[in-house]
């Protein structure tokens, strides 16, 4: 009985480890300290994650109407 819980303990285990990595996996590209790359606004100076910024050649803005502006 209670080696049958300790297996089954086991097993969970396992599988939220699984879970986790499959979740990571879909989350945008991070810095090795964790946190999220951030890019200035050429525009208004403010700081966005990267996966949220808008690119213009070697530009970044944080909206797609600061893009435009330039
Ligand atoms: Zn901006």
Redesign the pocket.
Known sequence: MLLRLLILTLVFYLLLLGLRRLLRGRRPARQADGSLRMVR?S??G?HVPEHEAVRRGEAW???RE?ARQG
Do not use: E, F, L, P
Request: proline share 0%.
């Open positions: 606004c525009r208004c403010v803005y944080c909206s600061h």
